[in-house]
């Protein structure tokens, strides 16, 4: 076994990158090490081409093992199944830098498989996913253009820290995560509490300077390692005679069918004809599908042209400017919170639900969180584009985009302590033509507000674009979907307007400057802020009063030594009172009571029972109890749930009596006052001192055996 080991450093941690150990029959293997979190990365290639596609297959999988934390998965089969949503988004962000690096006309399937062997709290592994992606590929036989090295960036005490710790990212106002070459970035994922744009121009900054030992390690495991890359055929590389052909007969015809549209269905229709046209002239001679490709490549640079030379976008407006914008809320009579933001031909439809704290997701992968508060989940219909396909749940994109919106929101929720309630808020794309996460982010925000949630301030989500040509460039604010398809870069911002909250970014060239990121972020901002203009115009601020559908909360705070006769054996208690209410009722181990009911008699209910089943034996006040059991010298009456005192012979009456069982039998009900708690928690009551009208003073001078009234 020729086992290889090479080391680099990402910030103040060592990365530790093995290979020739693990897999060996993979196409390139690597395991990677930071601390005790252990991943094995293989990237492997078909040997068979797929034939008939118009997109390079590349698949990349996180396959969550809960061994690796030394966990049993809590399913009912207790295996893992389905990828947790945690492995999705890792998968996700492994492959968007990776996959600008393969050839675009290879028609080979790529499979990139990360397998976490070992996971601590301390390092996460979305980072080592990406490098050790990166790795695997650059020593494989897999043709590659990389390698890229990746990392992250938090913002502890007013500095930025690069590969910062899981334990200093909960202290942190930002966590980025940006992977790239040694060139240039390629890939930019953050959420952050509402930092400045040139806070994040810094950490981009400061991440692509940290990465570049990673990559240079990789380089020289290629050197030392690498196979060499097999031979590949290209598919649907369209010649340059056919392109010239196309471009002398239908420019004109191009331009007029983008330009004179009115909107994207007359613009497709448009290009569609004369797709439909140009293959009938051309099919003796050329493939169908390479005068498709031909055409849309000469429609791609003159729009490019266009665009970056005059500053005219494909449906006319100005490279800042934004498209019609429209807000509304509270649609949905019984929905909690319901918003709709439209832009442009792209409608989201937002709802908000509020529930109790029992209702928090359960997360069950390797994550160290346990429980999530809010979420955030997004819907692409294939009508939403007028196309149709099979629903099978939510795909990778959506999965993506709901938790884009979940991190841009979740800065500006209140603590559980100021509002008990779980949230979820559901975004339904209704029509799509362009940043469709942004605009649910909107809707989420309107949607929130409506119902009655008290966020410290409405977040606004735009995207912008870029196409640039040498020294020559356009920011594009609020891009299409055409022009995101064509563009250099997809560059998604949302916050507040004191700072950001979430940043996505996907680039496609290389060579962007800093200065270009902060003209692009600034221009972003100005977007932004027209934006929560219109928005406030909907709904300025969250209402007071929440939808007569939503529960109402209550909480409680008690002794947690007394939890147990609220839940009773076997919750049989807490249920009772659910059933007797019409409530929800979650306990925490800490005394915390929420209950939750649609109506305020309800949980007056709910609380005054609790509060019986809860309450303290105080000295001097009168209770009604039963008598549990007697005895020679006195009886014992329980006056609180689980809870009882002892009433001596001498305080049973205020005469003179033989027998305990004169006056009271097991089973009666008396009323009693307590005249003394000792220190191990033994209560004295007395019935005289309710029969004659004592004051607790007087009850408290005649607690003694013996010690009431002379008896008559």
Same mark, same amino acid.
């Not at 060592?14 to 930071?34: D, F, P, R, W, Y």
């Not at 094995?40 to 990349?60: H, K, N, Q, Y």
């Not at 006309?105 to 390092?123: F, W």
């Not at 471009?247 to 191009?254: K, L, P, T, V």
């Given at each position: 076994?020729?086992?290889?080991?090479?080391?680099? &450093?990402?910030?103040?941690?060592?990365?530790?990158?093995?290979?020739?150990?693990?897999?060996?029959?993979?196409?390139?293997?690597?395991?990677?090490?930071?601390?005790?979190? &252990?991943?094995?990365?293989?990237?492997?290639?078909?040997?068979?081409?797929?034939?008939?596609?118009?997109?390079?297959?590349?698949?990349?999988?996180?396959?969550?093992?809960?061994?690796?934390?030394?966990?049993?998965?809590?399913?009912?089969?207790?295996?893992?199944?389905?990828?947790?949503?945690?492995?999705?988004?890792?998968?996700?962000?492994?492959?968007?830098?990776?996959?600008?690096?393969?050839?675009?006309?290879?028609?080979?399937?790529?499979?990139?498989?990360?397998?976490?062997?070992?996971?601590?709290?301390?390092?996460?592994?979305?980072?080592?996913?990406?490098?050790?992606?990166?790795?695997?590929?650059?020593?494989?036989?897999?043709?590659?253009?990389?390698?890229?090295?990746?990392?992250?960036?938090?913002?502890?005490?007013?500095?930025?820290?690069?590969?910062?710790?899981?334990?200093?990212?909960?202290?942190?106002?930002?966590?980025?995560?940006?992977?790239?070459?040694?060139?240039?970035?390629?890939?930019?994922?953050?959420?952050?509490?509402?930092?400045?744009?040139?806070?994040?121009?810094?950490?981009?900054?400061?991440?692509?300077?940290?990465?570049?030992?990673?990559?240079?390690?990789?380089?020289?495991?290629?050197?030392?390692?690498?196979?060499?890359?097999?031979?590949?055929?290209?598919?649907?590389?369209?010649?340059?005679?056919?392109?010239?052909?196309?471009?002398?007969?239908?420019?004109?015809?191009?331009?007029?069918?983008?330009?004179?549209?009115?909107?994207?269905?007359?613009?497709?229709?448009?290009?569609?004809?004369?797709?439909?046209?140009?293959?009938?002239?051309?099919? =003796?001679?050329?493939?169908?599908?390479?005068? &498709?490709?031909?055409?849309?490549?000469?429609?791609?640079?003159?729009?490019?042209?266009?665009?970056?030379?005059?500053?005219?976008?494909? !449906?006319?407006?100005?490279?800042?400017?934004?498209?019609?914008?429209?807000?509304?809320?509270?649609?949905?009579?019984?929905?909690?919170?319901?918003? #709709?933001?439209?832009?442009?031909?792209?409608?989201?439809?937002?709802?908000?639900?509020?529930?109790?704290?029992?209702?928090?997701?359960?997360?069950?992968?390797?994550?160290?969180?346990?429980?999530?508060?809010?979420?955030?989940?997004?819907?692409?219909?294939?009508?939403?584009?007028?196309?149709?396909?099979?629903?099978?749940?939510?795909?990778?994109?959506?999965?993506?985009?709901?938790?884009?919106? =979940?991190?841009? #929101?979740?800065?500006? #929720?209140?603590?559980?302590?100021?509002?008990?309630?779980?949230?979820?808020?559901?975004?339904?794309?209704?029509?799509?033509?362009?940043?469709?996460?942004?605009?649910?982010?909107?809707?989420?925000?309107?949607?929130?507000?409506?119902?009655?949630?008290?966020?410290?301030?409405?977040?606004?989500?735009?995207?912008?674009?870029?196409?640039?040509?040498?020294?020559?460039?356009?920011?594009?604010?609020?891009?299409?979907?055409?022009?995101?398809?064509?563009?250099?870069?997809?560059?998604?911002?949302?916050?507040?307007?004191?700072?950001?909250?979430?940043?996505?970014?996907?680039?496609?060239?290389?060579?962007?400057?800093?200065?270009?990121?902060?003209?692009?972020?600034?221009?972003?901002?100005?977007?932004?802020?027209?934006?929560?203009?219109?928005?406030?115009?909907?709904?300025?601020?969250?209402?007071?009063?929440?939808?007569?559908?939503?529960?109402?909360?209550?909480?409680?705070?008690?002794?947690?030594?007394?939890?147990?006769?609220?839940?009773?054996?076997?919750?049989?208690?807490?249920?009772?009172?659910?059933?007797?209410?019409?409530?929800?009722? !979650?306990?925490?181990?800490?005394?915390?009571?929420?209950?939750?009911?649609?109506?305020?008699?309800?949980?007056?209910?709910?609380?005054?029972?609790?509060?019986?089943?809860?309450?303290?034996?105080?000295?001097?006040?009168?209770?009604?109890?039963?008598?549990?059991?007697?005895?020679?010298?006195?009886?014992?009456?329980?006056?609180?749930?689980?809870?009882?005192?002892?009433?001596?012979?001498?305080?049973?009456?205020?005469?003179?009596?033989?027998?305990?069982?004169?006056?009271?039998?097991?089973? !009666?009900?008396?009323?009693?006052?307590?005249?003394?708690?000792?220190?191990?928690?033994?209560?004295?009551?007395?019935?005289?001192?309710?029969?004659?009208?004592?004051?607790?003073?007087?009850?408290?001078?005649?607690?003694?055996?013996?010690?009431?009234?002379?008896?008559?």
């Amino acid at each position: 076994m020729n086992s290889h080991t090479f080391t680099t &450093k990402l910030g103040e941690h060592v990365l530790t990158l093995e290979t020739g150990k693990l897999a060996q029959q993979a196409g390139g293997t690597v395991t990677i090490t930071s601390g005790d979190t &252990k991943l094995l990365v293989t990237a492997t290639m078909s040997r068979d081409v797929r034939e008939g596609i118009s997109f390079f297959p590349l698949t990349v999988d996180f396959e969550e093992r809960l061994y690796a934390a030394g966990r049993i998965p809590g399913s009912f089969f207790r295996r893992e199944g389905r990828p947790p949503e945690s492995a999705t988004l890792i998968a996700r962000l492994t492959d968007r830098p990776l996959r600008p690096l393969f050839p675009k006309k290879m028609r080979n399937d790529v499979q990139v498989i990360i397998t976490p062997l070992s996971q601590d709290e301390t390092h996460e592994s979305d980072i080592l996913s990406i490098i050790g992606a990166s790795a695997a590929l650059t020593i494989s036989d897999v043709p590659f253009d990389g390698p890229i090295g990746a990392t992250r960036v938090g913002y502890i005490d007013n500095e930025l820290v690069v590969n910062p710790t899981l334990p200093e990212m909960e202290e942190s106002a930002l966590d980025l995560r940006l992977a790239g070459t040694a060139e240039a970035i390629l890939m930019v994922e953050a959420n952050a509490s509402g930092v400045e744009e040139h806070i994040l121009v810094e950490a981009l900054r400061s991440g692509h300077e940290a990465i570049q030992d990673t990559v240079q390690t990789q380089k020289e495991m290629r050197e030392t390692v690498g196979k060499p890359k097999r031979e590949y055929k290209l598919y649907g590389v369209v010649p340059d005679e056919l392109v010239d052909e196309v471009r002398q007969e239908a420019s004109a015809r191009i331009e007029e069918a983008v330009y004179g549209a009115e909107n994207k269905k007359e613009r497709d229709n448009r290009v569609r004809d004369l797709q439909n046209e140009m293959v009938a002239r051309l099919e =003796e001679a050329w493939d169908e599908g390479l005068i &498709k490709e031909a055409l849309d490549k000469v429609m791609r640079d003159i729009i490019r042209e266009r665009t970056i030379n005059e500053g005219v976008r494909a !449906d006319g407006r100005r490279p800042d400017e934004i498209r019609s914008l429209a807000a509304e809320v509270g649609l949905l009579p019984r929905a909690h919170g319901s918003g #709709l933001f439209t832009r442009g031909e792209t409608q989201v439809l937002s709802v908000a639900t509020l529930g109790t704290p029992r209702e928090e997701q359960t997360i069950d992968d390797l994550s160290p969180r346990e429980r999530k508060r809010y979420m955030h989940h997004y819907n692409f219909p294939p009508y939403s584009t007028g196309e149709t396909w099979p629903l099978r749940g939510p795909k990778r994109r959506e999965i993506g985009h709901g938790a884009l919106g =979940e991190n841009a #929101l979740r800065p500006m #929720l209140p603590s559980e302590d100021e509002f008990a309630y779980t949230l979820r808020v559901v975004s339904d794309v209704l029509s799509s033509n362009g940043s469709t996460s942004m605009a649910s982010i909107c809707g989420s925000t309107l949607a929130l507000m409506d119902a009655g949630v008290p966020i410290k301030a409405p977040v606004g989500g735009i995207a912008m674009g870029l196409m640039k040509q040498d020294d020559r460039y356009q920011i594009l604010s609020d891009i299409q979907g055409l022009e995101d398809h064509i563009g250099d870069m997809d560059f998604k911002v949302a916050g507040t307007r004191e700072g950001v909250t979430a940043l996505q970014m996907d680039i496609k060239t290389t060579g962007i400057s800093y200065e270009l990121l902060e003209e692009a972020l600034a221009q972003a901002r100005e977007a932004r802020l027209q934006i929560l203009d219109v928005m406030s115009e909907a709904i300025a601020e969250p209402r007071e009063d929440m939808s007569q559908y939503a529960p109402r909360m209550t909480i409680m705070q008690v002794d947690p030594s007394k939890l147990g006769a609220v839940i009773g054996s076997g919750g049989e208690t807490v249920r009772s009172i659910e059933e007797q209410c019409d409530v929800s009722v !979650d306990i925490e181990d800490d005394g915390t009571i929420y209950i939750a009911a649609t109506n305020g008699p309800c949980a007056e209910q709910a609380q005054a029972m609790i509060e019986a089943l809860t309450e303290e034996a105080e000295v001097g006040q009168i209770y009604t109890g039963r008598v549990v059991r007697t005895t020679d010298f006195g009886a014992f009456v329980e006056i609180l749930p689980n809870t009882d005192g002892m009433v001596h012979i001498s305080q049973l009456s205020n005469e003179y009596i033989d027998s305990v069982e004169d006056v009271v039998q097991v089973g !009666d009900e008396i009323m009693v006052m307590v005249t003394n708690i000792d220190r191990e928690g033994k209560i004295r009551l007395s019935r005289q001192a309710v029969l004659e009208g004592w004051t607790p003073e007087e009850a408290r001078a005649a607690d003694r055996p013996g010690g009431g009234r002379k008896r008559r």
